[in-house]
């Protein structure tokens, strides 16, 4: 519950996106997790298979749309 809380508070703070995009996906990892030992599997797997679909077309567009300060050289 407190890392689930703590990857919270990255997704919010990280300057960089590609790390904000990883802890929200470790954040919605813990959050199916903690439903699935709350004893309720069918939301822990609604909830992995709906954010795993968003948290993948958000990292592609992560990557194709933002241009990193290497390639500004």
């Known amino acids: 519950m407190i890392l ?5 508070l ?5 300057k960089d996106i590609l790390y ?8 919605c990892i813990l959050i199916g997790i903690t439903f ?3 004893n309720a599997p069918y939301v822990a ?3 992995l298979l709906v954010y795993a679909g ?4 958000l990292f592609i567009a992560a990557v ?3 241009t990193r300060k290497e390639r500004m050289r």
């Open 45 to 47: 797997v609604f909830q």
């Open 64 to 66: 194709m749309l933002t």
């Open 36 to 38: 699935w030992i709350l």
């Open 20 to 27: 904000a995009i990883l802890s929200f996906c470790g954040m």
């Open 54 to 57: 968003a948290i993948v077309a």
């Open 10 to 14: 990255l997704t919010v703070e990280l």
């Open 4 to 8: 689930t809380v703590l990857l919270a």
